[in-house]
């Protein structure tokens, strides 16, 4: 089935979740069982905290990923990919489950955080439970490589945790030290999800990179996207999920532009607000006035174009076409979030 | 001298280079004075050698940066600006020498190479005498910090140059992959040769930084302007510089993209004329007909703006009016000499 690409407007995919939903349906209804029975525990404090989380309407992107890439490069085994795409969710959640402990913070996905709910020690150690439950799952799946990947990515993930705590609430940071953060907190775990996909495909070394440099750019897109939104996106309007980041004082990519290119009085503004933690009510309504003088939304969402048209590029030589294009019309989707 | 900015049109910096010129002028000429001074030696040859490559006409962009961005930050001093920009640009000439022998090319800014003239052990030694004396200015200037940055970047750029003989050739590359390798030859040596200035000004951390990844951003914004020149620019015309990559079957990001994006016969092209080195007369115009379809070498002038707003961004907040204008006039420049 092949797709005439005007090259003018190239990437020419349509913006849609829906292929990739579909295509890994089936794939994900086992992912789904299979996150259901690793949580279950004879300490029932565990499915409960775990289950709170897992359960909030997360979007589950990095199984779904993991699911499609294996599809795409042939894999034909019908349990490696699930078992993997489980293990890649649980490390997703156990990271959320500590975030929420280190950042201090009270709402997650609209609910309140488990760490208020059950408390600190309660998060930390559920956390490690479904780290090690994911661990295990991929050693059932008995590929030392995927197990290199899966595992490397675990120990840049916390590289990347630790190095946060030192440059977190410095308004100062560059674009590309906030980059080195999102690498490591975003971009690797998508990277490894779809990396393994095509590990256990058997796919030779040049596809492999192609579905590493798909995840890494893929990651960074959707996070630069997801920072945007937090602000209201490119047209920034003061939704009733807006300034999250705002209030826990995250210094985000559109603030970094904005308070690079701002004024002294802005730059006064974004310490005041982010570094001392002293915000009162027209802040968030200041902050977002701010972002859009400075056009740091806007350069947020065409920086996280930058990164998805690598993502697409990265894809661009593999044959399955249907698989291909579910994961080219997801990279355009997660930009299309931001109108 | 306050700069309205619209920021509906940011970044709004004329493209010139003649700023940077200007305001870095007399640095430069004590620059010039002193890379003849230190290629003296009793041992004629090399003299002969160094000043054929060294006079034959490059830019001098690297050492201006230097000169430029200690001015940015204050720099009051007099020597240590000019000692470390002739250091980098005698890092920078040595691995031009070394790169010569490896790629076995035979001309270099439109002259025959040192090592057709004199012969491959000459260019190698003569290189090395350069890094000897780079590391002797360096150690005069006795900033431990200085010296901490510029031998960090000579250890990358060599373990750069040996990736990319594990990579060349190699036609599917991914885009990151290939960033890998031009953040190693050239945007290291620019993000030292810009971080340097802002240590002996005696800079803090975050203007370090600053200026660190300017030198990073514009590294790679240059290198790939440089690649689409080699294919003719934006709008590709066959004039007489053009194909010098081809030629030498250098996979840079242009065929990258062209390579992914394009079709069955368009990657048994690329590989027979850039792997196997089979090259006819009429290969070259079909090259570049490719990377126009393709829309490839567009792309990469894209994905080079994106480089260049992020060395902008990265100055964005210092208070120096001029040479910032002059340094972020040079990046502009940079971009437009694709057009």
Do not use: D
């Given at each position: 089935m092949g797709v005439v690409l005007s090259f003018e407007e190239?990437?020419?995919?349509?913006?849609?979740i829906s292929p990739l939903v579909e295509i890994t349906a089936s794939g994900m209804q086992r992912v789904n069982r299979l996150v259901v029975e690793r949580t279950r525990s004879d300490v029932t404090l565990i499915p409960e905290v775990a289950r709170y989380l897992i359960d909030?309407?997360?979007?589950?992107m990095r199984p779904m990923v993991t699911i499609a890439s294996a599809q795409a490069c042939g894999y034909c085994g019908s349990e490696a990919d699930v078992k993997l795409a489980a293990a890649v969710e649980f490390m997703h959640t156990a990271t959320l489950f500590h975030d929420d402990v280190v950042d201090e913070s009270n709402t997650r996905r609209g609910k309140r955080t488990a760490r208020l709910v059950w408390g600190n020690q309660e998060s930390v150690l559920v956390g490690d439970f479904l780290l090690g439950q994911a661990f295990k799952m991929m050693v059932e799946v008995e590929s030392l490589e995927a197990l290199a990947v899966l595992s490397a990515a675990a120990a840049a993930i916390a590289e990347g945790e630790v190095m946060q705590l030192t440059t977190a609430k410095n308004t100062e940071t560059t674009e590309d030290e906030y980059l080195d953060v999102i690498r490591a907190k975003t971009a690797v775990l998508f990277s490894a999800a779809a990396e393994v996909g095509a590990v256990i495909a058997g796919s030779d070394r040049s596809v492999r990179a192609a579905f590493r440099s798909y995840g890494a750019n893929l990651g960074i897109a959707f996070q630069l996207i997801d920072d945007a939104l937090d602000y209201g996106g490119e047209t920034p309007t003061l939704g009733k999920d807006v300034g999250d980041d705002f209030r826990e004082g995250k210094v985000t990519l559109p603030v970094v532009l904005a308070y690079r290119r701002g004024s002294d009085d802005d730059r006064a503004f974004w310490r005041r607000t982010l570094?001392?933690?002293?915000?009162?009510?027209d802040d968030l309504g200041h902050a977002v006035s701010l972002l859009e003088r400075t056009r740091a939304l806007k350069d947020t969402v065409e920086r996280a174009r930058h990164y998805a048209a690598m993502a697409h590029d990265a894809l661009a030589p593999l044959p399955d076409e249907r698989a291909k294009a579910a994961l080219l019309q997801a990279v355009a989707f997660c930009i299309a979030r931001a109108h």
């Open positions: 190239y990437p020419a995919e349509r913006a849609s909030s309407g997360g979007k589950r570094v001392e933690g002293a915000i009162g009510e």
